[in-house]
T-cell receptor
Framework: GQSLEQPSEVTAVEGAIVQINCTYQTSGFYGLSWYQQHDGGAPTFLSYNALDGLEETGRFSSFLSRSDSYGYLLLQELQMKDSASYFCAVLNQAGTALIFGKGTTLSVSS | DGGITQSPKYLFRKEGQNVTLSCEQNLNHDAMYWYRQDPGQGLRLIYYSQIVNDFQKGDIAEGYSVSREKKESFPLTVTSAQKNPTAFYLC?????????????FGEGSWLTVV
C-alpha cells in the first residue's frame, strides 16, 4: 500500500524560509501533490510534481526526487497567513484516488 | 460560481442513528471522493466514484455507504455500524479519473455523536 511520512510540526518566523519534507512508499507512482489547509477550512491544492526537479509557484516551490522517494515543499518569505497544515499526497496503487500524509502543522510567528 | 457544496455544516447524531451528508458539485467533474479527518490523522479515504453509478471503497469504508445516481451528487451515509463517527468529513472532486492528483474540496461537514 501507499504510505507517506512528514514531520508533524514546523515553526518559523516571518520572512524566513521553511522546508517541509515528505518521504513516501508506493506501489506504483503517479506523482507527488501538496495541499494546504487552514484551521477548520478545506484543503486547497498547492502543487504537483510528476517528474524530478523543482516546480516554482510564487513564494512556494515543490521538489521531487523519484529515486529517493522524497519530496519537499519550500515556502519562502513566510507570512503569518502561511500558518496552516500542509499535506503531501500520492495516488493509490490503482491511480484512482489520493492518499494523504498526516500533515505538517506550520506555525509562523512575528 | 462553480464549486462543491456540502451540507449540513454541523450535524449532531444520536448513537444508533444513520445520518446522510450531502455533497453537490456544479463543476461538471466526473470523479468525486469522501475523506474523513480526525485531529492529527490527516485525511483518510472513505469512498470514491469515478463515474455515475459506480463507486469504490477506500481505506476506511466500514460503517459508511454512498451512492452516485447523478454526476453532480455523491451523498455519504454514516451508518450505526460506524462505531466512532465523530469527525470532520470532506467531499472532493476532480475533472476526471485521470486528474486525480488535483482535487477540489468542499468546506466540510462536522459530525458529532451525542
Amino acid at each position: 500500500g501507499q504510505s507517506l511520512e512528514q514531520p508533524s510540526e514546523v515553526t518559523a518566523v516571518e520572512g524566513a524560509i521553511v522546508q517541509i519534507n515528505c518521504t513516501y512508499q508506493t506501489s506504483g507512482f503517479y506523482g507527488l501533490s501538496w495541499y494546504q489547509q487552514h484551521d477548520g477550512g478545506a484543503p486547497t491544492f498547492l502543487s504537483y510534481n510528476a517528474l524530478d526537479g523543482l516546480e516554482e509557484t510564487g513564494r512556494f516551490s515543490s521538489f521531487l526526487s523519484r529515486s529517493d522517494s522524497y519530496g519537499y515543499l519550500l515556502l519562502q518569505e513566510l507570512q503569518m497567513k502561511d500558518s496552516a497544515s500542509y499535506f503531501c499526497a500520492v495516488l493509490n496503487q490503482a491511480g484512482t484516488a489520493l492518499i494523504f500524509g498526516k500533515g505538517t502543522t506550520l506555525s509562523v510567528s512575528s | 460560481d462553480g464549486g462543491i457544496t456540502q451540507s449540513p455544516k454541523y450535524l449532531f447524531r444520536k448513537e444508533g442513528q444513520n445520518v446522510t451528508l450531502s455533497c453537490e458539485q456544479n463543476l461538471n467533474h466526473d470523479a468525486m471522493y469522501w475523506y474523513r479527518q480526525d485531529p492529527g490523522q490527516g485525511l483518510r479515504l472513505i469512498y470514491y466514484s469515478q463515474i455515475v453509478n459506480d463507486f469504490q471503497k477506500g481505506d476506511i469504508a466500514e460503517g459508511y455507504s454512498v451512492s452516485r445516481e447523478k454526476k453532480e451528487s455523491f451523498p455519504l451515509t454514516v451508518t450505526s455500524a460506524q462505531k466512532n463517527p465523530t469527525a470532520f468529513y470532506l467531499c472532493a472532486s476532480s475533472t476526471s479519473k485521470y486528474s486525480g492528483n488535483t482535487i477540489y474540496f468542499g468546506e466540510g461537514s462536522w459530525l458529532t455523536v451525542v
